[in-house]
């Protein structure tokens, strides 16, 4: 399974962002797929996650709850990411990952096994 991540850019602050990330290869059935990011100096952390089937429950940092959005399809395995009122703290380099199933460790990001390639986001003040 491969995960490609796209979207990334440069915007201001204020501004928007839709991060997508699409699974190619013999995909099977995964139960969790998340975003990470990551900037310069800092660790890797997470973003948000999405649990199927439940419903599509998403999950998300305190960072960015209220500010974006998680969606997905599971049965085209395809994830968005839906930024607003972007900050300059959340440039960064945005990961997209996946397990087969789901694990309340879901804001880990050794809990994933498949990666993307990463996609840069960066807001300027």
């Known amino acids: 399974v491969q995960l490609q991540a796209s979207g990334g850019g440069l915007v201001q602050a204020g501004g928007s962002l839709r991060l997508s990330c699409a699974a190619s290869?013999?995909?099977?059935?995964?139960?969790?797929m998340g975003w990470f990011r990551q900037a310069p100096g800092k660790e890797r952390e997470f973003v948000s996650a999405?649990?199927?089937?439940?419903?599509?429950?998403?999950y998300y940092a305190d960072s960015v709850k209220g500010r974006f959005t998680m969606s997905g399809d599971n049965a085209k395995k395809m994830v968005t990411l839906q930024m607003n009122s972007l900050k300059p703290e959340d440039t960064a380099v945005y990961y997209c990952?996946?397990?087969?199933?789901?694990?309340?460790?879901?804001?880990?990001?050794?809990?994933?096994?498949?990666w993307g390639q990463g996609t840069q986001v960066t807001v300027s003040s």
């Open positions: 990952a996946a397990r087969r199933y789901w694990t309340v460790a879901y804001y880990t990001d050794k809990m994933y096994d498949t």
């Open positions: 290869g013999r995909a099977l059935s995964m139960d969790a």
């Open positions: 999405i649990r199927w089937p439940m419903g599509s429950r998403t």
